[in-house]
């Protein structure tokens, strides 16, 4: 069974701070996506690592993808408080039609 | 402006009831899925899709039951089998492309029991 986990699940943190989740998964995997969730919204795709190595930077955002040792990391530079949300990160899954198997979710919240 | 639709944005089941949630893209993606998401959880699949006339179930189907008649729909019916229906879902789809796999969601349905 595909497990996917990160942590921390909750956060806070200082704005102006640095600070990374992690993300485990427990199968072989090429392609990992991140993915943030505002409070009763939908999700909204950041990024999508599709080699080993692949690093993505988008603002204050950067995700890297070490598929041998299955581990993604999400680092936060400088956070701001517009960050403050959910991030969730995913492993498609083959056999299920590459449906996505998700983590729990990190809770983010940026205080001033 | 493509994308996914889903409908509606808040639902209520009574005991016994059976409900659906509607579905459609206008991305011409081949896949569609079906996820829920409980408070403080990450999305557990329900149903998904890959073409039309097709869908597999799946860690969740219990309870549940999908159609795919027509490429750009996906229904999802809530039954009366499933007990804990309460829950966000998220309907997705995806092009399927080679080398791809971006899932494009919907704004999702809040279903309540009354």
């Known amino acids: 069974e595909l497990k996917v986990e990160q942590n921390p699940l909750f956060l806070s943190m200082q704005e102006g701070k640095n600070y990374t989740i992690y993300c485990n998964y427990s199968t072989t995997s090429d392609r990992l996506y991140w993915y943030r969730q505002d409070p009763g919204k939908s999700l909204e795709s950041l990024f999508v690592l599709l080699s080993n190595g692949a690093v993505k930077q988008e603002g204050r955002l950067m995700a890297s993808l070490d598929t041998k040792a299955r581990l993604s990391t999400l680092h936060i530079t400088a956070a701001v408080h517009d960050l403050s949300a959910t991030y969730f990160c995913a492993v498609d899954t083959p056999g299920s039609g590459y449906a996505l198997n998700f983590g729990k979710g990190t809770s983010l919240l940026v205080t001033p | 402006d493509g994308g996914i639709t889903q409908s509606p944005k808040y639902l209520f089941r009574k005991e016994g009831q059976n409900v659906t949630l509607s579905c459609e893209q206008n991305?011409?993606?081949?896949?569609m899925y079906w996820y829920r998401q409980d408070p403080g959880q990450g999305l557990r699949l329900i149903y998904y899709?890959?073409?039309?006339?097709?869908?597999q179930k799946g860690d969740i189907a219990e309870g549940y039951s999908v159609s795919r008649e027509k490429k750009e729909s996906f229904p999802l019916t809530v039954t009366s089998a499933q007990k804990n229906p309460t829950a966000f879902y998220l309907c997705a789809s995806n092009p399927r492309g080679p080398a791809k796999n971006i899932q494009y969601f919907g704004a999702g349905t809040r279903l309540s029991v009354l």
């Open positions: 899709s890959q073409i039309v006339n097709d869908f």
């Open positions: 991305l011409n993606h081949d896949a």
